[in-house]
């Protein structure tokens, strides 16, 4: 990539002067991955990725082999990115389904964790064999736990537009879920839109909605796929209303395992292509950044879906 002095930046008014980019893509974008990537691979990308200027990279779920066989290494990954997380600022959170899960990731020094919920009962059937409430008990200790622990806390809330299953999802089912993993005690709310079915005014209601229920912007992230090519506008839409943490994943990596209709996450570089033009602060290095992504689409033998990826790497 070449300095082009693109894209030029003209800022607009009502947005966040930085954003916090929470990447995903050695997390769920690799869990989506028909091939299994070796762990030395794996930890090349978080270290590429953290060396980008990324501050937040989810590193890896310590959930059973048998659910997710593509993440079964996580013991073994873990403890290779001793050095990133001892360099700069950079976090290192890690997925973690239940108790067990929480003594492994505590067990190697994790201290970031996020819990995974439903705001529908066909996901949470399907993705943790439990009701929705009854998954909710489940995090109850693991929260708790992490907390007294001194580790700070995310909760994933997918299904939160829409339902492969169960059609459209009532805005007030979605803000009754998340408050519900709020009162737990997470630290940090993200906003799934797991089949990429949103769009700009159904996320500002959600988020309008959250906010009268006591759900404070400032502890919520947004988490877009880019099923209908609304990710971005949804993001912005976000960001309008003050929400200043963004997931994404690196080259647009991943989807879900749990439901089919999910194609790739919003790709990292599209977003802070769009950041950088307006002027608002990630800490990246786009150039950086597009080679890591680049370099992880030759180890998976396939071209990255991102569009600024193929753009800036000349890739047809």
Same mark, same amino acid.
């Not at 607009?12 to 762990?39: C, F, M, S, Y």
């Not at 839409?237 to 790739?264: E, F, I, M, N, R």
């Given at each position: 990539?070449?300095?082009?002095?693109?894209?030029?930046?003209?800022?607009?008014?009502?947005?966040?002067? %930085?954003?916090?980019? !929470?990447?995903?893509?050695? %997390?769920?974008?690799?869990?989506?991955? =028909?091939?299994?990537?070796?762990?030395?691979?794996?930890?090349?990308?978080?270290?590429?990725?953290?060396?980008?200027?990324?501050? /937040?990279?989810?590193?890896?779920?310590?959930?059973?082999?048998? &659910?997710?066989?593509? *993440?079964?290494?996580?013991?073994?990954?873990?403890?290779?990115?001793?050095?990133?997380?001892? #360099?700069?600022?950079?976090?290192?959170?890690?997925?973690?389904?239940?108790?067990?899960?929480?003594?492994?990731?505590?067990? *190697?020094?994790?201290?970031?964790?996020?819990?995974?919920?439903?705001?529908?009962?066909?996901?949470?059937?399907?993705?943790?064999?439990?009701?929705?409430?009854?998954?909710?008990?489940?995090?109850?200790?693991?929260?708790?736990?992490?907390?007294?622990?001194?580790?700070?806390?995310?909760?994933?809330?997918?299904?939160?537009?829409?339902?492969? &299953?169960?059609?459209? #999802?009532?805005?007030?089912?979605?803000?009754?879920?998340? =408050?519900? *993993?709020?009162?737990?005690?997470?630290?940090?709310? $993200?906003?799934?839109?797991?089949?990429?079915?949103?769009?700009?005014?159904?996320?500002?209601?959600?988020?309008? %909605?959250?906010?009268?229920?006591?759900?404070?912007?400032?502890?919520?992230?947004? !988490?877009?796929?880019?099923?209908?090519?609304?990710?971005?506008?949804?993001?912005?839409?976000?960001?309008?209303?003050?929400?200043?943490?963004?997931?994404?994943?690196?080259?647009?990596?991943?989807?879900?395992?749990?439901? =089919?209709?999910?194609?790739?996450?919003?790709?990292?570089?599209?977003?802070? &292509?769009?950041?950088?033009?307006?002027?608002? !602060? /990630?800490?990246?290095?786009?150039?950086?950044?597009?080679? /890591?992504?680049? &370099?992880?689409?030759?180890?998976?033998?396939?071209?990255?879906? $991102?569009?600024?990826?193929?753009?800036?790497?000349?890739?047809?």
């Amino acid at each position: 990539m070449t300095d082009t002095g693109l894209p030029m930046t003209v800022p607009a008014t009502g947005l966040p002067a %930085r954003v916090r980019i !929470h990447e995903v893509g050695a %997390r769920d974008g690799l869990q989506n991955e =028909k091939t299994v990537v070796p762990t030395e691979v794996k930890a090349e990308f978080v270290r590429r990725l953290a060396e980008a200027g990324l501050s /937040t990279i989810e590193a890896t779920s310590f959930v059973h082999p048998d &659910w997710v066989p593509q *993440l079964a290494d996580a013991e073994q990954l873990f403890p290779l990115l001793g050095e990133i997380a001892d #360099v700069g600022d950079v976090a290192l959170p890690v997925l973690v389904p239940n108790e067990r899960g929480l003594d492994r990731a505590l067990a *190697l020094g994790a201290r970031r964790i996020a819990v995974f919920g439903s705001a529908t009962e066909t996901f949470a059937a399907r993705n943790l064999n439990r009701t929705v409430d009854e998954s909710l008990a489940m995090f109850e200790p693991v929260v708790a736990r992490a907390r007294d622990a001194g580790v700070h806390v995310r909760g994933y809330l997918s299904m939160c537009f829409g339902d492969p &299953w169960e059609g459209a #999802v009532p805005v007030a089912q979605v803000v009754r879920v998340a =408050k519900a *993993l709020m009162d737990l005690g997470c630290d940090e709310l $993200s906003l799934g839109d797991t089949i990429g079915v949103a769009t700009p005014g159904h996320v500002r209601d959600l988020l309008s %909605r959250l906010n009268a229920e006591g759900v404070h912007t400032d502890t919520v992230g947004v !988490h877009f796929h880019d099923t209908y090519g609304q990710a971005l506008s949804n993001t912005l839409a976000a960001l309008q209303h003050g929400v200043t943490t963004v997931d994404a994943s690196a080259g647009g990596l991943g989807g879900c395992p749990y439901a =089919k209709s999910a194609t790739g996450n919003l790709a990292t570089e599209d977003l802070v &292509w769009m950041l950088d033009g307006l002027g608002v !602060h /990630t800490g990246v290095d786009l150039g950086a950044l597009t080679a /890591t992504s680049v &370099w992880m689409a030759e180890q998976l033998g396939r071209p990255s879906p $991102s569009r600024t990826v193929r753009a800036l790497s000349h890739e047809e």
